[in-house]
Antibody, heavy 124, light 111 residues
């Protein structure tokens, strides 16, 4: 069974930083692209960032570009999201997602497995 | 503003059929990228429901189907059940933004 377990969320003041982590099990981690998707309270899904299997392909939503950085450690089966200069608008539940293909933007790729999310609250 | 446009809500009675539309700005999306559909039950993480236009992952009932016509896609649910009440999202890749995009989501109410 595929499991994705996120951690690192919490309460933080605007302008501060936070680092999210996700550990995957039940699948061959290095064979799949990984993504972060967030959902603000009562709102829809927003793709945040994605990373190819070998970290060679990366993408960011315009809303986080320049502030967030995605990385992975295949040996540790882990995905990370470094979030800097946080704003109130970054308040959301952050999901770690396993894609169906190697590439970050492979044609036909789907978001197959989702973690339960880790909540980030940005407030003064 | 989402460039995958979905109606905010749809309703249907138990046993009936409903459809949810998803219209994409054709100038933003490459023709090689399909539309996928996700279901989010209350309090749960999203789940892949339909992929590449009309394919169902293992375990998804045949009551769920989808189709694509040009820049639009449509999710159909037949034989509505109470536990179909959920949020439904379409998704594709925007080759102009170089970003994955979700529609705004449609809340299905089963009367």
């Amino acid at each position: 069974e595929v499991q994705l377990v996120e951690s690192g969320g919490g309460f933080v003041q605007p302008g501060r930083s936070l680092r999210l982590s996700c550990v995957g099990s039940g699948f061959t981690f290095e064979n799949f692209a990984m993504h972060w998707v967030r959902q603000a309270p009562g709102q829809g899904l927003e793709w945040v960032s994605g990373l190819s299997w070998d970290s060679g392909g990366v993408g960011y939503a315009n809303s986080v570009k320049g502030r967030f950085s995605i990385s992975r450690d295949n040996a540790k089966r882990s995905l990370h999201l470094q979030m800097n200069n946080l704003t109130i608008e970054d308040t959301a539940l952050y999901y770690c997602v396993q894609a169906s293909k190697l590439g970050m933007a492979s044609s036909g790729a789907t978001f197959d497995n989702w973690g339960q999310g880790t909540l980030v609250t940005v407030s003064s | 503003q989402s460039i995958l446009t979905q109606p905010p809500s749809v309703s249907g009675a138990t046993g009936q059929r409903v459809t949810i539309s998803c219209t994409r700005s054709s100038s933003n999306f490459g023709s090689t990228y399909d539309i996928h559909w996700y279901q989010q039950l209350p309090g749960a993480a999203p789940k892949l429901l339909i992929y590449s236009g009309s394919n169902r992952p293992s375990g998804v009932p045949a009551r769920f189907s989808a189709s694509t016509s040009g820049p639009s896609a449509s999710l159909a649910i037949t034989g509505l059940q109470a536990d179909d009440e959920a949020l439904y999202y379409c998704q594709s890749y925007d080759t102009t933004l170089r970003a994955w995009v979700f529609g705004g989501g449609t809340r299905l109410n089963v009367l």
